[in-house]
């Protein structure tokens, strides 16, 4: 299904599960860095960081060896990028089911973290798993569903900076409007200043967010 997924297992029992969708042109073990800075703040916590479904179309482009892409981006059309979320959602949604059943968590277990087309992917996760345990979107887009069949009451995170030149920030208070409208919890974080990136501040948002949540979730079966 996925090449690989890069994962950061703890220690002992692994009671939560935080999953990584990195970006257009990126692959897993970039965002598995994120992680690494987590972990020590998130007992019990597994990290999952699996590369996207195909090659990058352009990945001449990305210095990277390995980049991958959730779906073609050769614009920012709704209609072309809402072909490509339906037609990757299928393959990420079996893969969570399947990361779930092998470690008997429950959806509210799994907060799910992304990145630019990750957070594309991330929210659109919102109409496959029911009950997740949050989302956290960072300089991401919002692209609903023409038909809503079913919708998860996850609370959500989006992060996004000022000067973003890839996804415009005004993408963000436009997701923010779209989601309450859908009657969510959708929270936000500025980063002045910064561009198509995470910055510490935002990070340290992330980890904030991921941390109430835990606390705040039913323990798995």
Not at 127 to 147: C, K, Q, T
Not at 170 to 181: D, F, G, P
């Amino acid at each position: 299904m996925f090449e690989n997924c890069p994962t950061i297992l703890p220690k002992g029992t692994i009671s939560k599960a935080v999953l990584f969708l990195h970006g257009y042109g990126s692959n897993g073990e970039d965002l598995l860095e994120i992680g690494q800075s987590w972990k020590q703040s998130l007992e019990n916590t597994a990290f999952f960081s699996p590369n996207a479904i195909e090659k990058c179309e352009e990945a001449g482009l990305f210095s990277i060896r390995e980049s991958y892409q959730w779906f073609g981006l050769q614009d920012f059309n709704p209609l072309n990028i809402r072909a490509g979320l339906d037609k990757a959602r299928p393959h990420l949604n079996r893969f969570i089911k399947r990361l779930l059943a092998e470690y008997r968590l429950l959806p509210s277990d799994l907060i799910i973290v992304g990145f630019s087309q990750g957070t594309m992917m991330a929210l659109d996760m919102l109409f496959s798993v029911s009950r997740l345990g949050g989302i956290i979107g960072y300089s991401g887009a919002f692209y609903p569903p023409a038909n809503v069949s079913q919708l998860s009451s996850s609370p959500i995170l989006l992060v996004h900076g000022t000067i973003d030149v890839v996804v415009p920030y005004a993408a963000m208070q436009l997701a923010q409007n779209q989601l309450r409208k859908l009657g969510l919890n959708v929270m936000t974080q500025t980063c002045p200043g910064l561009g198509h990136s995470i910055d510490e501040a935002g990070l340290m948002a992330g980890l904030d967010f991921i941390r109430y949540q835990q606390q705040n979730q039913p323990i798995a079966l």
